[in-house]
Nanobody, 121 residues
Framework: QVHLVESGGGSVQAGGSLRLSCAAS????????MGWFRQAPGKERQFVAS????????LYKHFVEGRFIISRDKDKNMAFLQMTSLKPEDTAVYYC??????????????WGQGCQVTVSS
């Protein structure tokens, strides 16, 4: 059975940092892209970042470029999102996903349950 489990969320003040982790299990994800999405209350889920099969291939939404870094450890079936210079508008539930290298949520087949990130001003 496939599982994606996020961890590392929490509450920080503006300007702070958090590192989200995604542990994938149940199959080999080395051929999949890993992505991060987020959903704020009352808003639609939005793309944050994605990393392809090769670590050199990364995509970022404009509002996180220069602040967030996505990475992965294929041997451990894990993905990470290092978040720095956090802003209150980054407050959301963050989801890990596995699938095609894309910014579109429909291209991702497997999803985690999400973890809360709260940034206070």
């Amino acid at each position: 059975q496939v599982h994606l489990v996020e961890s590392g969320g929490g509450s920080v003040q503006a300007g702070g940092s958090l590192r989200l982790s995604c542990a994938a299990s149940g199959r080999d994800f080395s051929g999949d892209a890993m992505g991060w999405f987020r959903q704020a209350p009352g808003k639609e889920r939005q793309f944050v970042a994605s990393i392809g099969r090769l670590p050199i291939n990364t995509l970022y939404k404009h509002f996180v470029e220069g602040r967030f870094i996505i990475s992965r450890d294929k041997d451990k079936n894990m993905a990470f999102l290092q978040m720095t210079s956090l802003k209150p508008e980054d407050t959301a539930v963050y989801y890990c996903a596995a699938g095609k290298y894309s910014q579109l949520s429909k291209d991702y087949t497997y999803w985690g349950q999400g973890c809360q990130v709260t940034v206070s001003s």
